[in-house]
């Protein structure tokens, strides 16, 4: 069993910056590649961005590209996501999730999809103000 953790969330202005943390536990000796979605009040959850289990391949919503970066720390499931030039549409929370260790690699397909993942953290808010 993966356990994933999110913190990091909070309220900020417009044009500012939040940086999330995701902490994964479990199946000990496993990397696993790792993703973040959001969801807003009254809509789906959308994908955000996803990052494989080395680091090497990393792949962004189009609404995110160039505000927003996710980054890991080599060889430990410790992902981030830094969240710059932040808008009112962002505002949502933020969900950490993670594919089964031993699955396929995440590709440009299927990375965006949140039937590939099967682990999820609890989510935490973010909230940006006009």
């Known amino acids: 069993q993966v356990q994933l953790v999110e913190s990091g969330g909070g309220l900020v202005q417009a044009g500012g910056s939040l940086r999330l943390s995701c902490a994964g536990s479990?199946?000990?000796?496993?990397?696993?590649?790792m993703g973040w979605f959001r969801q807003a009040p009254g809509k789906e959850r959308e994908f955000v961005a996803a990052?494989?289990?080395?680091?090497?391949?990393?792949f962004y919503a189009d609404s995110v590209k160039g505000r927003f970066t996710i980054s890991r720390e080599k060889n430990k499931n410790l992902m981030y996501l830094q969240m710059n030039s932040l808008k009112p549409r962002d505002t949502a929370v933020y969900y950490c999730?993670?594919?089964?260790?031993?699955?396929?690699?995440?590709?440009?397909?299927?990375?965006?999809?949140?039937?590939?993942?099967?682990?999820w953290g609890q989510g935490t808010q973010v909230t940006v103000s006009s």
């Open positions: 999730a993670a594919p089964f260790p031993d699955g396929p690699a995440l590709t440009s397909s299927n990375a965006g999809s949140p039937t590939r993942y099967d682990y």
């Open positions: 990052i494989s289990w080395s680091g090497a391949d990393t």
């Open positions: 479990g199946r000990a000796g496993s990397i696993f590649s």
